[in-house]
């Protein structure tokens, strides 16, 4: 299938090492065969697979795999840390130019999300920085693409500059700092056409934007879903403007994202933000390394954790783990652990991070419906003090009571205590397992610390 | 060269107008694919396993996909040993006739689904960004020059200025926009616009759609309603239910096709801005792999920019070049 992770890939040629007890150079030079094809299905650009296999072959028929008692392990190590350093560090800094206002200039093909990420992008500024933008409609091409930047600039209560579609780019983006000079905007965040890269005409109207405003930024807005391209892409753009960052958006999807690693590799250019849905606070920091897990479909494990970090009260977690221990979670305990997983977003969001829990696996069955919780929320609700505390003393007739008063049925109720039952006897195990010596390893979900 | 010749027959057939577009349209695509695959073919006169391995890179680096272009090299080195042929050159013929022969099923037309009498209702879907609303906009305008009556349906409720981009686009060409207001359920918007297509006689009725990512669940559920109430309203319809997808996208358009595919049964695809240097090699793996078939290329920003897709000129459009060269030998 398409969508198979490095994982997956290199088990089929680990089995045959197995038995083998020592691992030849042939057999590395199998497992790279599946590191590039998985780089090639996660849409990294080839020119760029190639070098990075043979950086990554030196290394892993050098001591470091060979000798290694779990060389599979060890390649994907190898690969992911060579991913990493290609990615570089974290940068979402945003240039602060001497004299206000700071110039960001948005560019990149039709359809990336130049207009959405524009609003995003200004709500951070405000939000993160304190920040007071203003917004520039200079897309006068694309019909009603200056109300769709008007309609955002309301929903976030923000000035937007516009002066129709007969008025050139050039002199709209003038005229909208004269504005931002009057109205004390600390900011200008310009709103460009999108266009293709081999549109001369329209790249050298970007080059005369540039020439007449000299922003402090230039962003490349990428979607995340480009495939082979995206080296011209951002080569063409890079080289007519000298793009300062990249926006990668549209990664609340299932892609790879492998488009993230051929632009680094290619422009040099740090990849500052990730637009990570619809909503015009949905953009986050690029984290180079988490990229490099998903790249290799291994899952986005390190946002959860950071997730559940700034969601979950660590003195709660601590009386918790406790309880687990001591097989005296409750309900009401239950109830708190829901509140605070729901607290850390959309559950199909969070399952999605979870490796080997991406729905183009197989996974299609598990429909996470945050209204299952809701009903689950009911019945837990509807049960008494006592009945909370000691679930064993729910009888029949209590059931029936418990389903009337949340509004589902006994067979709802029936589901949950058995599932709950066996949560129990599962986090008892847990517990267990880690007071032995696989401490931190594996994942750890909020309630199982 | 039987092959090479049957195709510049059958485009020389072919109005001057369309095939110009569609060279023309192309020339990115064409150029570099073609120069590479001269390249290959001077580089690497015999057939072996290096030439192989050089053409897996070229269709790899036109998205065409890990998968399918194994798959494809198989055949070809199969056919190779078969017809024992040794000259690079020999083998540029055999193999964009298995290109075409992947895009194309013999009694197959490609051609819209549109209904002789009553109304047509087509539905377009596809993730954000890939060119929907413009897509809907040239296709009610090379409708209404066939002579149609069109209607369109502002079924993207969600999108800031998403109404008036479609409504811009109906002024443009001429027809009618059927609209609620902004963040209104779309299967209202779209059961609406059916029933004033019944009282206004209309022939066509395009139905946009707010652009969703395939992985979101409820979003996916809000588009199987649509088309439930499509279908209750029109007992066979949609009649088309067409995937636009932007031809730069990668392997994740394989992703699109299945989960779209899965929730509104895809009939078909439009490929859009084919006219970068994209080459959309992604079609071929999502006809290999899930026989969806590709019905609409859209080749630029102006209002004929849209066209029918035909595997033939597709692959004539790819090799063009060798073809003129093989011509002039």
């Not at chain 1, 697979?49 to 060890?74: D, N």
């Not at chain 2, 090299?73 to 040993?81: C, G, P, Q, S, T």
């Not at chain 2, 209202?188 to 009282?199: F, K, L, P």
Request: glycine share 8%; charged share 30%; with cysteine.
């Amino acid at each position: 299938m398409a969508f198979e992770g490095l994982a997956d890939r290199l088990q089929g040629t680990l089995q045959k090492i197995r038995g083998k007890g020592k691992v030849s150079e042939a057999d590395v030079k199998e497992m790279m065969r599946e590191v590039r094809l998985a780089l090639l299905e996660a849409d990294v650009n080839f020119k760029v697979v190639k070098e990075f296999i043979k950086r990554v072959k030196e290394r892993a028929v050098g001591q470091e795999v060979l000798q290694s008692l779990t060389p599979g392990q060890q390649v994907i190590k190898v690969v992911h840390e060579e991913l990493k350093d290609l990615m570089g560090g974290e940068q979402s800094k945003i240039a602060v130019a001497n004299r206000p206002p700071t110039v960001i200039m948005m560019v990149g093909l039709q359809g990336a999300g130049k207009t959405t990420t524009t609003g995003k992008l200004a709500n951070h500024l405000r939000k993160k920085h304190n920040r007071k933008p203003l917004l520039v409609a200079a897309d006068i091409y694309r019909p009603a693409a200056i109300q769709q930047l008007e309609t955002i600039g309301k929903q976030l209560s923000m000035p937007v500059f516009s002066l129709g579609d007969q008025v050139s780019p050039v002199e709209i983006a003038k005229q909208a700092i004269q504005k931002a000079k009057e109205e004390h905007n600390d900011y200008v965040i310009i709103d460009t056409a999108g266009r293709l890269h081999v549109d001369e005409a329209l790249m050298n109207e970007l080059e005369e934007v540039k020439e007449a405003v000299k922003p402090d930024e230039i962003f490349l807005v990428v979607d995340a879903m480009t495939g082979q391209d995206a080296v011209n892409v951002a080569e063409s753009f890079n080289n007519a403007l000298g793009v300062s960052g990249v926006v990668l958006t549209k990664l609340d999807g299932d892609t790879r994202g492998g488009a993230a690693l051929s632009i680094r590799s290619v422009t040099d250019t740090p990849i500052k933000f990730a637009g990570m849905g619809e909503k015009l606070d949905a953009l986050e920091a690029f984290h180079p390394e988490r990229m490099a897990s998903r790249i290799l479909g291994m899952g986005d494990v390190l946002t959860l954790i950071e997730k559940a970090q700034s969601t979950v009260d660590e003195e709660k977690a601590k009386e918790l783990e406790k309880k687990m221990r001591t097989m005296s979670f409750t309900f009401d305990d239950f109830l708190d652990q829901l509140d605070q997983v729901r607290s850390m977003g959309p559950l199909d969001e969070l399952l999605d991070m979870i490796p080997g829990m991406n729905k183009a696996k197989g996974m299609k069955n598990i429909n996470v419906d945050d209204k299952q919780i809701g009903k689950v929320e009911a019945i837990i609700r509807s049960m008494t003090k006592d009945e909370k505390l000691h679930p064993e003393v729910i009888n029949a007739s209590r059931r029936k009571r418990i389903a009337l008063g949340s509004g589902t049925t006994v067979q709802d109720v029936n589901r949950l205590l058995k599932q709950f039952e066996e949560m129990k006897k599962m986090m008892k195990q847990m517990t267990n397992m880690q007071k032995g010596k696989k401490k931190g390893k594996g994942f750890n979900f909020p309630f199982m610390q | 060269m039987s092959f090479f010749k049957k195709l510049k027959d059958k485009f020389t057939e072919q109005s001057d107008t369309v095939s110009e577009k569609f060279k023309e349209g192309l020339t990115k695509t064409r150029d570099s694919f073609s120069t590479k695959m001269n390249d290959l073919v001077k580089n690497y006169r015999k057939v072996d396993e290096e030439f192989f391995e050089e053409l897996e890179e070229l269709l790899i680096s036109s998205d065409v996909g890990v998968v399918t272009v194994m798959d494809l090299i198989d055949v070809l080195k199969d056919e190779a040993r078969r017809q024992n042929i040794k000259d690079t050159e020999k083998l540029q013929s055999v193999i964009s006739e298995k290109l075409a022969e992947m895009l194309h099923k013999e009694d197959e037309d490609g051609a819209l689904n549109i209904q002789k009498d009553g109304l047509t209702v087509i539905l377009f879907v596809g993730v954000n960004g890939v060119g929907k609303t413009t897509t809907i906009g040239k296709l009610a305008h090379k409708l209404k020059q066939d002579g149609k009556k069109v209607l369109l349906a502002a079924g993207d409720t969600f999108r800031a200025g998403a109404i008036e981009q479609l409504d811009v686009w109906g002024e443009r060409v001429g027809v009618d926009v059927i609209k609620h207001q902004a963040g209104s359920d779309p299967a209202a918007v779209v059961y609406d616009a059916i029933q004033s297509a019944r009282s206004k006689g209309s022939d066509i009725l395009l139905c946009d759609t707010a652009g969703r990512l395939q992985n979101k669940v409820n979003l996916m559920n809000e588009l199987e309603k649509m088309k439930r109430v499509i279908q209750r309203e029109v007992p066979d319809g949609p009649h088309e239910v067409l995937l636009v997808i932007d031809a730069t996208t990668g392997q994740n358009a394989m992703s699109q096709a299945k989960q779209f595919g899965q929730a509104t049964d895809v009939s078909g695809i439009v490929l859009t801005k084919l006219d970068g240097t994209a080459k959309g090699g992604i079609v071929l793996a999502i006809r290999h792999e899930l026989d969806i078939p590709v019905k609409l290329v859209g080749l630029g920003e102006k209002m004929d920019d849209l066209q029918e897709f035909d595997p033939d000129t597709f692959v004539y459009g790819l090799f063009s070049s060798i073809i003129e060269e093989d011509e002039e030998e």
